[in-house]
C-alpha cells in the first residue's frame, strides 16, 4: 500500500495556487497537441489500418520524451487472437524512499461512425463554445495529455525535489476489448509495477462538479444464435406451421427482462449501494431518452446504473429489409452485452446467462450460445490513503469536494491490475462529462473540465511525492 499514515492531511507547503497557473500557462500548448492526436485515426480493430494505430504510438511516445521521462518504449505482446497492438511504456524511477504511481490511458479510439451525424470531421479538432470536437478528443486522448501535462506541471513546480517514481502506460487496444492487457501486465509486471495506480478513463459528475469513480459494473459479451431449418424456405408455401429464426429470436431475447424491465436471469447479483441521487429527469436528458419511454428496472436511477445488473441487445443479425424476399429466415442471432454488478463473478453470471437461453429456447428451436468476453467488477477502497489523497486534488481543482460515483460501463482490466498488483491503489478519473458523447457522434471535451483535471492529477502527484514515505511495494 502506499507509504502514507491512516490520517492524511495535505502537507500544508503544497503549492496549489503555483499548480493553477502552471497549469493555465500551459493550456495552450497542450490542447494543441491533443488537436494533433485528434487528427489521427488510430483505431485497433481488425478492419482499421494498422499503420494508423503505429503512428498515434509514436506520437504519443514522443510527447513523453518531451514530458522528460527517461526510458521511453513502444512495446507489445502477442496475444491468442493475434498480435498485440503497440503500447507506450514511459519511467523515471523513484528518488530511495519515495513512491511510484502508474499512470494509465489509451490512445487507441473508437470508429467514427457515420460521418454525416457528425457536425464537423470526427479527425479535425475542432473547438465550439468552450468544447473541443472530435473522435477522441475525450476518450481517450484527454487522458493521455492529462498525464503528459500534470508531469510538465510537477517538474516545473517540483524541479529537482521530485523524487516521485512515475510511469505511464497508454494503452493501444482499449476500444478493442484489451485482447493482450493480462499478458502485457505478465511479461512487463515488474516495468509497470507501482504503489498507486491512476486511470484517467472515466467521467466526472457534471460540469463544475468532480467525481471519483468508485464501482464499475463487469461485463459478459455474448453471442446468441437461434435455427429452425437446414435451408431457406418459401414463407406462403411454409409459412404457419414454421416460425422464422428472427421471430423465435425476438421471442427469446424477450425472456431476458421481467415486465419492469429488470433483468430476469437467475443467479445474477444486485444491490442498492450508493447514496447519490441521480434525478430521473436529467438522467432522461443526459441519455436523450424520448418523450413517452418509460425507464426500466426497480431501484433508484443511480442503482440501476451501478449496482444492479443490465443486458442490452448490442448488434442482429437477421435479413436485412431492402435485400428480403418472400422466405422463411433459417437463422438469426444477437450480441448480447451484460454488465453485472460489484461483487458478482462473471464465470457465474456467463454461466446464468448461457443456462437462460437455453432453457428458454422458443418452440424447440436450436440455440447456441458462445461467451466472447468477461470482466469483472470493481470497487475502489474508499478508506485509502490515496482515495483521500486523490478526494484533497478534485476538491481543491473544482473548489469543492467530488462526489462519489459509479459508472455503468466497464473497464475489465482494473481487475487485472487488482490481481497482479494487489497491494496498489487504484484511483479512476477522467476528463468526461455527460455531454462529452464517448464512442458516438459529435464525441467532445470541455475545455474548463480539462484544465480542472489536469490541475487535479499535477496535485496528486505533488501529494504523492511530498508523502516521502516508504514505497511499501508488496
Same mark, same amino acid.
Given at each position: ?7 492524511? =492531511? ?33 483505431? %485497433? ?13 509514436? $506520437? ?34 523513484? %528518488? ?12 487507441? /479510439? ?37 498525464? /503528459?501535462? $500534470? ?6 513546480? +517540483? ?7 512515475? =510511469? ?21 509486471? #515488474? ?15 457534471? !460540469? ?23 435451408? +431457406? ?10 416460425? #422464422? ?17 429488470? !433483468? ?10 450508493? #447514496? ?14 424520448? #418523450? ?8 433508484? !436511477? ?15 443479425? *437477421? ?8 422466405? &422463411? ?18 464465470? +457465474? ?15 424447440? %428451436? ?36 467530488? !462526489? ?6 466497464? &473497464? ?41 483535471? *489536469?490541475? $487535479? ?18
Amino acid at each position: 500500500m502506499f507509504g502514507m499514515t491512516e490520517s492524511w =492531511t495535505p502537507p500544508p507547503s503544497l503549492p496549489v495556487e503555483a499548480v493553477r497557473e502552471a497549469v493555465r500557462a500551459g493550456m495552450p500548448r497542450t490542447v494543441e497537441q491533443l488537436r494533433e492526436l485528434v487528427a489521427i485515426p488510430g483505431i %485497433a480493430w481488425e478492419s482499421f489500418d494498422p499503420g494508423q494505430l503505429e503512428r498515434s504510438a509514436r $506520437a504519443v511516445a514522443a510527447l513523453l520524451e518531451e514530458a522528460g521521462l527517461d526510458e521511453v518504449e513502444i512495446l507489445r505482446v502477442p496475444h491468442a487472437g493475434g498480435p498485440g497492438r503497440p503500447a507506450v511504456v514511459a519511467r523515471r524511477r523513484a %528518488a530511495p524512499g519515495r513512491p511510484t504511481v502508474l499512470l494509465y490511458a489509451h490512445h487507441d /479510439v473508437q470508429p467514427p461512425g457515420r460521418r454525416e451525424l457528425w457536425h464537423s470531421d470526427p479527425f479535425t479538432a475542432e473547438e465550439r463554445d468552450g468544447r473541443l470536437y472530435g473522435r477522441g478528443a475525450a476518450d481517450d486522448k484527454a487522458g493521455v495529455m492529462a498525464h /503528459v501535462a $500534470a508531469l510538465r506541471v510537477l517538474d516545473a513546480v +517540483a524541479g529537482e525535489d521530485a523524487g516521485l517514481g512515475v =510511469t505511464v502506460f497508454v494503452e493501444g487496444e482499449e476500444e478493442a476489448g484489451s485482447p493482450s492487457f493480462r499478458a502485457f501486465l505478465e511479461a512487463y509486471r #515488474d516495468r509497470l509495477a507501482a504503489d498507486v495506480i491512476v486511470i484517467a478513463d472515466s467521467a466526472n459528475w457534471e !460540469v463544475g462538479v468532480p467525481a471519483l469513480t468508485t464501482s464499475l459494473r463487469g461485463v459478459v459479451g455474448a453471442v446468441v444464435e437461434v435455427s429452425v431449418l437446414a435451408h +431457406a424456405v418459401h414463407s406462403g408455401m411454409y409459412g404457419g406451421p414454421l416460425l #422464422d429464426a428472427p421471430t423465435l429470436l425476438s421471442r427469446l431475447v424477450a425472456t431476458l427482462h421481467d415486465d419492469d424491465g429488470a !433483468v430476469a436471469v437467475e443467479g445474477l447479483h444486485a444491490e442498492d449501494g450508493t #447514496d447519490l441521487v441521480y434525478d430521473e429527469d436529467r438522467f432522461r436528458a443526459d441519455a436523450a431518452v424520448l #418523450d413517452g419511454v418509460r425507464l426500466a428496472g426497480r431501484g433508484s !436511477v443511480a442503482s440501476r446504473l451501478w449496482t444492479r445488473p443490465a443486458l442490452s441487445v448490442t448488434g442482429m443479425d *437477421v435479413t436485412p429489409v431492402d435485400v428480403a424476399s418472400n422466405t &422463411i429466415a433459417p437463422s438469426a442471432r444477437a450480441r448480447l452485452s451484460l454488465r453485472i454488478a460489484p461483487g458478482q463473478d462473471p464465470a +457465474a453470471a456467463a454461466e446464468a446467462l448461457r443456462r437462460h437461453l437455453l432453457e428458454h429456447a422458443p418452440f424447440g %428451436a436450436r440455440v447456441d450460445v458462445r461467451i466472447e468476453e468477461t470482466g469483472q467488477p470493481f470497487r475502489t477502497d474508499m478508506s485509502s490513503p490515496a482515495a483521500r489523497a486523490m478526494q484533497w486534488a478534485l476538491g481543491q481543482a473544482w473548489g469543492r469536494p467530488p !462526489v462519489e460515483t459509479g459508472v455503468g460501463g466497464s &473497464i475489465p482490466f482494473t481487475a487485472d491490475l487488482t490481481e497482479v498488483y494487489p497491494g496498489a491503489d487504484i484511483l479512476i478519473t477522467g476528463v468526461e462529462d455527460p455531454d462529452s458523447r464517448a464512442h458516438g457522434a459529435d464525441e467532445s471535451l470541455h475545455l474548463g473540465e480539462f484544465e480542472r483535471a *489536469v490541475v $487535479a492529477e499535477a496535485l496528486l502527484l505533488l501529494a504523492l511525492d511530498a508523502a516521502h514515505g516508504p514505497a511499501g511495494r508488496e
